[in-house]
């Protein structure tokens, strides 16, 4: 069975950084796309950054294109998200997910898809 887990939330200031963390347990499939996700306070959630197994490639959204760096450790069960100069704005709950579409642009656009598989999440608080 599929599953993920998020670690490595929590508060801090703004202009901190944050390393987060997706264990992934349980795939039986070379090809998938693993992605992180947030959901800020009464909104929907969103893709962040995505990556690709099969090619190690690699999508940003628009909104995380300068601060978050997505990486990948070499026994490819664990994704991280570095996020570096933290607003206020980035506070929510980071979520990753699992997609075996495979395609890591297709996991943060399409999220939708009823074959993703998320974890429980992690929360992130930026605050003074």
């Known amino acids: 069975q599929l599953q993920l887990e998020e670690s490595g939330g929590g508060w801090v200031q703004p202009g901190g950084s944050l390393r987060l963390a997706c264990a992934t347990f349980g795939f039986t499939s070379e090809a998938y796309a693993i992605g992180w996700f947030r959901q800020a306070p009464g909104k929907e959630r969103k893709g962040v950054s995505c990556?690709?197994?099969?090619?190690?490639?690699?999508y940003y959204t628009d909104s995380a294109k300068d601060r978050f760096t997505i990486s990948r450790d070499d026994a490819k069960t664990t994704v991280t998200l570095q996020i570096s100069s933290l607003r206020v704005g980035d506070t929510g709950v980071y979520y990753c997910?699992?997609?075996?579409?495979?395609?890591?642009?297709?996991?943060?656009?399409?999220?939708?898809?009823?074959?993703?598989?998320w974890g429980q999440g992690t929360q992130v608080t930026v605050s003074s």
């Open positions: 990556i690709s197994s099969s090619d190690d490639s690699i």
């Open positions: 997910a699992a997609d075996l579409r495979a395609l890591a642009w297709k996991l943060c656009e399409d999220s939708d898809h009823e074959g993703i598989s």
